[in-house]
């Protein structure tokens, strides 16, 4: 079992709310990223990270940010929650020298994220 | 721009019949393809990755099936168990970096 970590796992919140969600590994991948995924929808990526101090943003345009200041944590923030916010973020995290070809990512057990 | 499709939605079987899920994209320069399952309330998990260069895959009672030139992807699962109940999620990587583009998945439900 992947050792990637997401806290909290539930969160309910109102809205103009700062928060931040948590996601750390253990597997001292370089590569980590963070999913939306509304119910019955698939997974958009909003934000990837290639190491340290590396930022991207995905192909989903999101009012969120990121930062990379270790390697095993990817925290991601809302500086003030709103309702169009709700949603599941899921982290994972793969191997930089996996390659295109063989790269597998590893996901965390995901943040449940109501915005009242 | 790449889309990948899963047909069903949704899909009820009883326990014992076997699973044909289906995955389709529209821009065969892949590098790979994925099969995940997604449990209620839990992350994803990798269930099979194929290369480009493969056509198929195999783990356990999982079978995964590859023809980039049609764009077409198929996970077999055999004599399907009321465990298999899940989402079975697609997902391609499309450029060097490994980030992947996903279909909005299969509902599997196993009936005892």
């Known amino acids: 079992e992947a050792d990637i970590y997401q806290t909290p796992r539930y969160l309910v919140i109102g809205t103009g709310k700062k928060i931040t969600l948590e996601c750390s590994q253990t597997?001292?991948?370089?590569?980590m990223y963070w999913y939306q995924q509304d119910p019955g929808m698939e997974l958009h990526l909003i934000h990837y990270s290639y190491g340290v101090n590396s930022t991207e943003k995905g192909d989903l345009s999101s009012e969120s940010t990121v930062s990379r200041i270790r390697t095993e944590h990817f925290p991601l923030t809302l500086e003030s929650a709103r309702p169009s916010h709700t949603s599941q973020y899921l982290c994972?995290?793969?191997?930089?020298?996996?390659?295109?070809?063989?790269?597998?990512?590893?996901f965390g057990p995901g943040t449940r994220l109501t915005v009242l | 721009k790449q889309e990948v499709t899963q047909i069903p939605a949704a899909l009820s079987v009883p326990e014992g019949e076997n699973l044909v899920l289906n995955c389709s994209f529209t821009?065969?320069?892949?590098?790979?393809l994925q099969w995940f399952r997604q449990d209620p309330g839990k992350g994803l998990t990798s269930l099979l990755l194929i290369q480009s260069s493969q056509r198929e895959q195999t783990s356990g009672r999982l079978n995964a099936s590859l023809d980039k030139s049609s764009g077409r992807s198929t996970l077999y699962i055999a004599a399907s168990q009321p465990g298999d109940s899940a989402t079975y999620l697609c997902a391609v990587v499309t450029d060097s970096w490994g980030k992947l583009q996903f279909g909005a998945g299969t509902q599997v439900v196993v009936t005892p």
């Open positions: 994972a995290s793969s191997a930089l020298a996996g390659g295109p070809n063989t790269d597998t990512q590893y």
């Open positions: 821009d065969s320069a892949i590098y790979n």
């Open positions: 597997m001292g991948h370089d590569k």
